[in-house]
């Protein structure tokens, strides 16, 4: 079965710089999250998507932005990179926005920021 | 904020020995769900549970939900190598429309063949 697909998988930047991570979604899935997880931590929400507008906002920083397109993928743009910046950022994707979905995670994308 | 944590923070067992992980929200949930993520890899959904006193079984692993709608734990009964990881529960947010996840703070489970 069609899993979640992040692009790239491990991305290394200098401070100041800019990252764009990708996300694709399980297909027919409308509703896609952001997650950020440091080293030894829980994951921690960004911010969601649902049929392209964005439909919760969490502990996102003001240097971030991120949209989902009209075939339902998502990129997340990371500008003026800092040090704490390095984590793992997750995709996941679910059908639907409430009620009781389980959410699929993708398999990550490794960000170090140098 | 909603606060979800878990106990304990790591456990190292035996192959064979019994494992359980519990987790406390500091308010209600609508469900809760499980997350295995292995070392180096992603977070996998296990099961969620719904109901108050709501018990779900998946072979070894024997899940709970609280009466109160507030705690859960998981238990594993005689741990395999392949248990290794990191138990996450994550519960959707206090109020909120949508279904972003708290996940608690997570146990590592390592087990010694």
């Known amino acids: 079965a069609a899993g979640v697909i992040q692009s790239p998988r491990h991305l290394i930047k200098e401070k100041r710089e800019t990252a764009t991570l990708k996300c694709y979604p399980i297909p027919r899935h409308d509703t896609v999250y952001w997650y950020q997880q440091g080293p030894g931590q829980d994951p921690q929400f960004l911010i969601s998507?649902?049929?392209?507008?964005?439909?919760d906002k969490g502990s996102i920083p003001d240097r971030f932005s991120a949209q989902q397109f009209s075939d339902y993928h998502s990129e997340l743009n990371m500008s003026s990179l800092e040090l704490g910046d390095s984590a793992l950022y997750f995709c996941?994707?679910?059908?639907?926005?409430?009620?009781?979905?389980?959410?699929?995670f993708g398999p990550g994308t490794r960000l170090t920021v140098l | 904020g909603q606060q979800v944590m878990q106990i304990p923070q790591y456990q190292h067992v035996q192959e064979g020995e019994d494992f359980t992980t519990y987790c406390n929200s500091s308010?209600?949930?609508?469900?809760i769900q499980w997350y295995k993520q292995r070392p180096g890899g992603h977070p996998v959904f296990l099961i969620q549970?719904?109901?108050?006193?709501e018990v779900k079984k998946q072979k070894r692993l024997t899940f709970q939900f609280g009466e109160a709608k507030k705690n859960s734990s998981l238990h594993i009964t005689a741990t395999q190598t392949t248990d290794v990881g990191t138990y996450f529960c994550?519960?959707?947010?206090?109020?909120?429309?949508?279904?972003?996840?708290?996940f608690g703070t997570g146990t590592l489970l390592a087990v010694q063949p």
């Open positions: 998507f649902y049929e392209k507008m964005q439909s």
């Open positions: 994550a519960g959707p947010e206090y109020g909120g429309a949508t279904n972003k996840l708290i």
């Open positions: 549970l719904v109901k108050s006193g």
């Open positions: 308010t209600t949930l609508s469900n």
């Open positions: 996941a994707s679910s059908l639907g926005i409430g009620g009781v979905n389980e959410q699929f």
